[in-house]
């Protein structure tokens, strides 16, 4: 892998899901111009032999330009949707009766299918049925054995597989479908870096997904995304398990009171920023950049408000992967990240560190971060370096979201690109070192060649005396770069 070039770096990282607008060499290579960290590849639309020409295309820029970009798989999860439509589209007025029925013909102004052959046993009547994000709402008024009979309250036009809603319903649809899991082992195969679980209602969907992994003896990250409800009721459990929570707003404002999601979307950043664990928002932050090449005031608001609450990333979605604009969607993000960030910066409140919620195998390992976060404010270091096997380490010195940057080095170049999803950390690929004073001046070299620090800057060090062993995190020390270091395990030297 060359060498990282020397850029202006957000502390906030920007993702952007691909799609036909978004997947040439030519887009992606402006993209990554324009300052993406991470690609959301979308298991909802596409094949995965299309998939797969875009992850080699990722890759190969990625690796010519010796940045460590990140991929996500997104699992589809069992979202219920309508079947194809009858001459393209059609629509529903307000108190128009309409009937869901069992069977896969396509829908017509009077009789709707859907995908989910459940749906008719398991919605009552008095619950709603919403289609398209809810921009058409229909009422069960009758449920009989073959048919749920609904009136329209608010109409629209329908297209062909739109998503339906059922935010009244419980439903016993299993959190990863059989498209999931062939999805899955493609994931797997190609070491996407992490996989996302949708519609997730309980740590057990969590769990399975785990275990699923596990089998196949990988290492890959999981994005739990909260857009149901019923996993607001475990989500201090589903937090600590899992790797990354993504805030789906689109869906989960459906499913409930839309004026409730932005303080779910503040107390869900608040309680991962607590438990270290990294944090994205998404859904419809620049939606109209879909067919504008500017976006609303609203919305660059929207994804000020994020970055004000330091979430360690923000997404994009149909803004890339359909809208006319996806380079200029992804600039406006960086912009708007930039001079937020710049404003943070000139008017930092007095710093009380984060409390590090931390245990077991970790809990060394969080008081280490602690001990160098504590030496980087004192001193006002000009940044934080860790080295590390997994990437734990770096996270939890990455969550008391520090005013200077966060450099996680890692011989591993799967751990960088997991790496690039941390909020304010710059990933560096290194080769493997046997003791600490060979750290050092690796760790100079590459700080010098970046242009991250200059010849004379105090550092803090985050590192190991085992530094091949996962895990092991046992040191903090200070440093200026150009300087050699003793060892503080000779024995190793």
Known sequence: MASPKEVVWNNTKLIATLGPASTSREVLTSLFDAGLDVCRLN?????????????????????????PIAVVGDLCGPKIRLGGVRGGSLVVEQGQVVRFVRGETECTAEQFTTNYAGMIDEVEAGQRVYVDDGMIRLLVMERTKDELVCTCTAGGVVSPHKGVNLP????????LTEKDRRDLAWALEHELDYVALSFVRRPADLYELKELIRQRASDTGVVIKIEKPEALEHLDELIVNTDVVLVARGDLGVEMDVWQVPLIQKDITARCRAAGKPVIIATQMLQSMISSPMPTRAEVSDVANAIFDRADAVMLSGETAVGKFPVQAVEMMNRVAQ????????????????????AGAYRGTAAIAHAAVRAALDLDACLVAVWSATGASVRLVAQHRLPMPVVGLSYDERVCRRMNLLYGVQPIRVEPVRNPAAMAAVLDARLLECGLARRGDLIVVVTSTRPRTPGSTDTTLLHRVGEAHPSPNPSTA
Not at 44 to 66: K, M
Not at 339 to 358: D, G, I, N, Y
């Open 339 to 358: 001079v937020t960030e710049a404003h943070l910066r000139r008017h930092q409140p007095p710093r009380a560190l984060t409390k590090t919620v931390s």
């Open 43 to 67: 298991f909802s639309h596409g094949d995965l032999d299309g998939h797969r020409r875009v992850l080699e295309t990722i890759r190969t820029l990625a690796n010519e330009r010796g940045e």
């Open 168 to 175: 009244d319903t419980t439903l016993s649809t299993a959190a």
